[in-house]
């Protein structure tokens, strides 16, 4: 299931890159999102280790992230976790020098065969508010930090 979301930011490219390229420090200002620990790191490539909470549901996983700063593009791509396909990107386009536009892609699969066809909508509408909630968060944390 396939979600692409994106939010008007006014902040520069460059510092809405840094905010969402960061996501160590996504607990501090993502209600959601309860930790992100670093596992392993080695030039544009990392490991994590997150856990969040949406609408009160507990979802663990470990996922690889590369980052792609000259293009503001980051990937990331589930290894392990409590959802069977979990990937997709975060991209910064620049709009002038103090706008820019943050997009988010991410595509999932809860495998449940029996109840797919049931809960998957749910599952999706709750994403997709998620999604949307992590876009507002970045965007009112590097709008905070523009001088």
Do not use: C, H
């Amino acid at each position: 299931m396939v979600i692409k979301e994106e939010i008007d930011v006014s902040a520069p490219a460059s510092l809405v890159y840094s905010v969402a390229s960061d996501t160590e420090k996504f607990p501090e200002f993502m209600p959601d999102v309860k930790s992100v620990k670093i596992i392993e790191k080695n030039g544009n490539f990392q490991k994590t280790q997150w856990e969040a909470d949406v609408d009160g549901i507990v979802f663990k996983w470990e996922e690889e992230e590369i980052f792609y700063p000259e293009k503001m593009y980051l990937e990331y791509k589930l290894i392990k976790g409590d959802i069977d396909k979990f990937e997709g990107y975060w991209q910064v386009i620049s709009v002038n020098e103090k706008k820019s536009k943050l997009v988010l892609y991410l595509d999932f699969d809860v495998n449940i065969p029996m109840l797919s066809s049931l809960i998957m909508p749910t599952i999706k509408q709750k994403v997709r508010k998620n999604a949307q909630l992590m876009l507002k968060a970045i965007k009112e944390r590097a709008e905070s930090l523009v001088v």
